[in-house]
């Protein structure tokens, strides 16, 4: 007999895989249009698949990471449910194409991603500002924070991992709002890489620092970016800390309406993430993490990174489907 109530048990495994064709499919859309030079096409492209497959899916799911507000997004908005209706109530945590300009301009780093977990498990994020500071795992806790400077942050972590501040490399969004800290970071001698989009997959750099040459990632970015990179490192590992940042009172009004009433608060990885989840991302464009969408003749090619905090699995997955 199918479960159709809200309280039918979160199998992770038994969905890891269908959460995996969510962002493959989302990816796939989005292939035809990179470089392109079309970001909303690209991104609508994404969105329409990712939510068509997402209803396939035995859940009664509700988008808490999503487009935007009901007013700002047609579909895949925040509250927005989605699902058969059957199965375990579950939040989702999603952007359908995280680097819509890279994919436009076929820069790297363009992804799909999507995290799934119980009902109740993921912070409840405004469309606002982030201030955000990533270190990936094997650290101890509180290594670093944010209310350290850039400076003190980049030499206890240096220290910790018993190397010299030279031998660091940072990850910063390239923003004028980041000179300062870019500025204080060169101060120390460490190294920066600095990204013009896309800071999920610049926070996921520091788990797989031997991969990446990444150890970690500080600036202001999207808070809804900030806890699905939480979602990201509760399986791959790592810390994240975050703190919402306002620049007006209609975002304020937004947190209020998140039931967020400590405006100050700085979040935790597992403040953000609070259970376990699974979390799928398929590479559109290349780079560090997976590569890029593969097109030969008749066929296409994608690769998906599917995790499960549960047991900590990471599964590195190629699809190969003809067109």
């Known amino acids: 007999m199918?479960?159709?109530?809200?309280?039918?048990?979160?199998?992770?495994?038994?969905?890891?895989?269908?959460?995996a064709r969510v962002a493959e499919q989302a990816a796939l859309a989005s292939a035809s249009l990179i470089g392109r030079g079309d970001e909303k096409a690209a991104d609508q492209a994404a969105v329409n698949a990712m939510r068509e497959q997402l209803n396939l899916l035995d859940i009664k799911g509700v988008v808490v990471i999503g487009e935007g507000e009901r007013d700002?997004?047609?579909?895949?908005?925040?509250?927005?449910?989605?699902?058969t209706g059957k199965g375990p109530g579950v939040d989702i945590a999603l952007d359908p194409l995280e680097g819509?300009?890279?994919?436009?301009?076929?820069?790297?780093?363009?992804?799909?991603?999507?995290?799934?977990?119980?009902?109740?498990?993921?912070?409840?994020?405004?469309?606002?500002?982030?201030?955000?500071l990533a270190i990936g795992p094997g650290y101890p806790d509180g290594v670093v924070s944010l209310d350290m400077s850039p400076r003190e942050r980049v030499e206890a972590l240096a220290?910790?991992?018993g190397c010299a501040a030279s031998d660091i490399t940072v990850c910063i969004l390239e923003r004028p709002r980041h000179e300062a800290m870019i500025a204080e970071v060169r101060e120390t001698g460490a190294?920066?890489?600095?990204?013009?989009?896309?800071?999920?997959?610049?926070?996921m750099h520091c788990a797989e620092s031997e991969t990446t040459g990444i150890d970690m990632y500080m600036g202001q970015g999207g808070a809804p970016e900030g806890v699905l990179a939480a979602a990201a490192l509760k399986c791959m590992g790592g810390q994240i800390f975050g703190r919402l940042l306002f620049r007006n009172d209609d975002e304020k009004g937004r947190a209020a309406k998140a039931g967020i009433t400590d405006l100050d608060r700085i979040y935790t990885r597992d403040e953000m993430v609070t259970q376990d989840v699974i979390f799928?991302?398929?590479?559109?464009t290349g780079g560090s993490l997976l590569p890029e969408i593969k097109r030969q003749p008749g066929w296409v090619e994608t690769?998906?990174?599917?995790?499960?905090?549960?047991?900590?699995?990471?599964?590195?997955?190629?699809?190969?489907?003809?067109?």
């Open 100 to 132: 819509t300009t890279l994919t436009a301009k076929d820069m790297p780093n363009a992804l799909t991603v999507i995290a799934l977990g119980p009902r109740g498990s993921m912070l409840h994020a405004p469309d606002t500002y982030m201030d955000k």
């Open 2 to 19: 199918t479960e159709t109530s809200a309280d039918a048990p979160f199998h992770d495994r038994m969905l890891s895989l269908g959460l």
């Open 303 to 323: 690769t998906t990174l599917l995790m499960r905090s549960k047991t900590g699995s990471v599964r590195r997955m190629s699809y190969r489907t003809p067109v």
């Open 72 to 83: 700002e997004a047609p579909m895949l908005y925040i509250g927005e449910e989605v699902g």
């Open 159 to 161: 220290a910790a991992k």
């Open 280 to 284: 799928a991302a398929t590479g559109v």
């Open 191 to 203: 190294a920066i890489r600095l990204i013009t989009d896309g800071d999920v997959a610049g926070v």
